[in-house]
Structures are given as C-alpha cells and as structure tokens.
C-alpha cells in the first residue's frame, strides 16, 4: 500500500494515515466557496461515518491482538508446564535406567561367577572320574581278594548301625549281626577274627 511517494508498513499504519487526513481538512477545503457548502457537508458527515468506521476497526485490531497475546501467553504458560511435565520424566527414566542398567551389570557378574565355578566343578568332576575309572579295578580286585583269603561276606541291611554277614566254611556257613552302637569296632573286630580263626 502507498500514498504518494511513502510506503505503509502495515495495515495499522495506514489506517492511521487515513484517520489524519480525514480528520485534517486541506487548505483547498476551508477555501471553498459558499455555494459549495452543501456539498462539503454532505462530505463532511461521509467523512465522520468513514472515521468512525476505522476507528471501530482500529480498536477491533486492537481488541484482537489483546487476545491473541493473552491466548498465546496462557499456551505458553501450558508448554512451560508441559516441557516441565516432560523433563520430570525424563529424569526419572534416567533414574530407572541407572537401576536397570547396574542390576545387569550385578547379573552378568554372576552370571559370570557361576560360569566359573561350573567350569571347576566340571573339571573336578573329570578328574574324580578318571581317578573312579583307574582305581575302582583295584578296589575290585583287592575286595575279592579279601573276600577269598577271609571267607567273610557282607550283608547290607537297612539300619546302617548293624554289622552283618556270614563267613563260609567247606562244610559251615557262620553268620553275624553285631550292633555298632551297643559294640565298641575293637569288639566287633575281634569277634569276627575269632569266627575266622576257628575255620
């Protein structure tokens, strides 16, 4: 919008500059002669209702830019309360992450932890195995050598206080149950020697 050589920046500018030259007549105005006094009336009246006009529309303007700063203000207000609302979150999310994140670290510590000691049980298991399988034929052996230089044969029974057996001769079987708990393991060996000795 122009007037002349100047250029209005806005609309509220140019109402301005309609408002002043309507409410300051131009020197050629009060100069006119009496016969055309009608006529400037009649303009006159014109140019009252035109300015009445903007200035409704001017405090109309203003009216609206009052609102849309106060509504701007309280949307402001709610993004501040928002983007609050939003950084509480968030913190407490890093909080509960910080938790998370050490708890995974304490179970792959023990994770880590029974991994090893499953390692060294799986070892010693190896080797008790080996050591099993290299000595359990010789306990065989000198088991069954006992068994024929002694004669004796052991029962196992249900109450494990109780010695029992039998030792065989050529013609006589010579049986035994001794109590552990009611004999001392001197009597109870030398009770087994005499029944060995006497075969």
Not at 47 to 75: C, F, H, P
Not at 77 to 105: N, P, R, S, T
Not at 175 to 181: A, M, N, R, T, V
């Amino acid at each position: 919008m122009a007037s002349g050589d100047n250029e209005f920046n806005d609309l509220n500018d140019f109402l301005r500059h309609v408002h002043e030259h309507l409410t300051k007549p131009s020197e050629k105005e009060l100069q006119l002669p009496q016969e055309k006094a009608t006529v400037f009336e009649t303009d006159h009246q014109d140019g009252n209702r035109i300015k009445k006009t903007i200035r409704d529309l001017l405090a109309l303007k203003e009216k609206e830019e009052q609102r849309y700063i106060v509504g701007w203000s309280e949307m402001t207000d709610e993004k501040h309360v928002q983007i609050k609302d939003l950084g509480a979150l968030f913190q407490d999310l890093e909080i509960h992450q910080k938790i998370v994140h050490d708890e995974c670290k304490d179970c792959r510590e023990s994770l880590q932890q029974a991994e090893s000691e499953l390692d060294e049980t799986r070892a010693e298991c190896h080797a008790l195995a080996a050591t099993i399988s290299t000595q359990v034929p010789a306990i065989k052996y000198m088991q069954q050598l006992y068994q024929y230089l002694t004669k004796i044969a052991w029962v196992e029974t249900s109450n494990p206080a109780e010695v029992k057996g039998f030792i065989t001769e050529e013609n006589e079987v010579k049986p035994f149950l001794l109590d552990s708990k009611e004999n001392s393991h001197y009597f109870i060996t030398n009770h087994i020697w005499n029944l060995i000795s006497h075969t």
